[in-house]
C-alpha cells in the first residue's frame, strides 16, 4: 500500500483546508485509514481515523471543527475554523489490521497563521 497526501498550505485563523489522501496498491485490504500530526517539539498524535463501517475517532481538540471521510481509496480530512495550534505536519495512515502493519504517507505541512 502507498499513500499519497494532496493539500495542506498556509491559511489565516478561522480559515478552512482540505487534506486528500490516495491509497494504491493493495487498498482493499485497508481497514482504518486517518489524519495524525506531528507539531514542532511534540509528539505525532491522532487527529482522526475512520473504521471500516462507518465509526470515527476524533481527538477533543478537533471535535465539531474537523470532518473526516472515506471513498474507496480516498481519505479527506475537511479542516474548518482553523487555529494557530493546528498548525503541524500532518500524515495521512492506513492500517490493515490482518498484516498488523501502518502504512503512512508522506507529510504535508499545514500552518494557520495571521
Known amino acids: 500500500v502507498q499513500l499519497q497526501a494532496f493539500g495542506g498550505g498556509s491559511v489565516q485563523p478561522g480559515g478552512y483546508l482540505r487534506l486528500s489522501c490516495a491509497a494504491s496498491g493493495m487498498w482493499s485490504s485497508i481497514d482504518t485509514m486517518g489524519w495524525y500530526r506531528q507539531a514542532p517539539g511534540k509528539q505525532r498524535e491522532l487527529v482522526a481515523r475512520l473504521f471500516t463501517g462507518g465509526t470515527t475517532d476524533y481527538a477533543d481538540s478537533v471535535k465539531g471543527r474537523f470532518t473526516i471521510s472515506r471513498d474507496k481509496n480516498m481519505v479527506d480530512l475537511h479542516m474548518n475554523s482553523l487555529k494557530s495550534e493546528d498548525t503541524a505536519v500532518y500524515y495521512c495512515?492506513?492500517?490493515?489490521?490482518?498484516?498488523?502493519?501502518?502504512?503512512w504517507g508522506r507529510g504535508t505541512l499545514v500552518t494557520v497563521s495571521s
Open positions: 495512515n492506513a492500517r490493515v489490521s490482518s498484516r498488523s502493519v501502518d502504512y
